[in-house]
């Protein structure tokens, strides 16, 4: 869809979030040696994840403590450091819980991103409300969700929430629902982020902008790829304050029956993939 800007050239290895053991390292790396259990993120443009081996930058390394496994591991920087960008930086939530309460919206609360999202939007004392499919509801309430919309029924695709707040954020996971479904539901100053926009999206940000809108639409594109953020999120899991969902896992060898249920879209939590 997206050539030729991506993948800049044939064979392509994709998946971008890895987790394993150090092998080797080169004469500059200080922080890692040979045997550390790490997790790391790859680039965009080079990929490499779905492989035995892979050269890593030890800028966007990290090792991973004892407590946290390498699946739940491998599952967390992509979608994890896009939800913890998206409630801290366009949302401005402080994830230590003394901030004023927001209500927040997630779309697709039971994918990769949209689980992490309602987990850490919690951790920040936000009220939550979350859209997911029927058979996903009580997962999602297990998340932290205080109310949980089946997207297939018409109340749920009116997006209202049931206890008639309105949203201060939407972090929108979902893909088909235009913004003038969500604009009757945000507050005054209310923001939709969207994390998976498609090209009508940048008509929309700049209408929103150049008619000087108080609700905001802004599409999310790039998320910054920080060490100390994944840090961060690690920690939250050996704590036992954010937890990875695991909807399967597949050997190397079945990698293409992985990305076909991925494209589905009805994974619950992450796609796993082992050597």
């Known amino acids: 869809m997206i050539r030729p800007f991506l993948p800049r050239k044939f064979p392509f290895i994709p998946a971008t979030d890895v987790a394993g053991e150090v ?35 030890q800028n966007v390394t990290i090792k991973r403590p004892q407590e946290v496994g390498a699946a739940e591991a491998a599952a967390l920087p992509v979608p994890g450091l896009t939800a913890l960008y998206v409630l801290t930086h366009h949302a401005g939530l402080k994830l230590d819980g003394t901030d004023k309460q927001a209500n927040i919206l997630v779309t697709a609360a039971s994918g990769g991103v949209g689980h992490y999202a309602v987990q850490l939007a919690k951790l920040g004392n936000a009220h939550v409300t979350a859209t997911c499919g029927a058979r996903n509801i009580d997962f999602v309430k297990s998340l932290g969700a205080d109310e949980v919309l089946d997207y297939k029924t018409p109340e749920g695709a009116t997006l209202k929430s049931p206890s008639s707040k309105k949203y201060d954020v ?27 926009p498609r090209p009508s999206a940048i008509w929309t940000y700049a209408v ?68």
Not at 173 to 194: M, Q, R
Not at 240 to 261: C, F, M, N, P, Q
């Open 23 to 57: 092998v080797e390292v080169g004469s500059g790396v200080e922080k890692l040696k040979a045997g550390d259990k790490v997790v790391a993120i790859l680039s965009y443009l080079t990929g490499g994840g779905l492989a035995e081996y892979v050269v890593v930058s």
């Open 170 to 196: 939407v972090i929108h996971c979902a893909n088909y629902i235009p913004f003038s479904t969500l604009e009757p539901n945000l507050s005054e100053n209310g923001k939709v982020i969207d994390i998976t």
């Open 208 to 275: 929103k902008k150049l008619t000087m809108s108080k609700k905001q639409f802004v599409p999310l594109f790039l998320i910054p790829k920080l060490a100390e953020n994944l840090e961060f999120l690690v920690n939250l899991v050996k704590e036992g304050k954010v937890k990875t969902v695991i909807d399967s896992k597949y050997s190397l060898s079945k990698a293409e029956d992985a990305w076909a249920k991925s494209i589905d879209g009805h994974a619950t939590g992450k796609i796993i993939v082992e050597p």
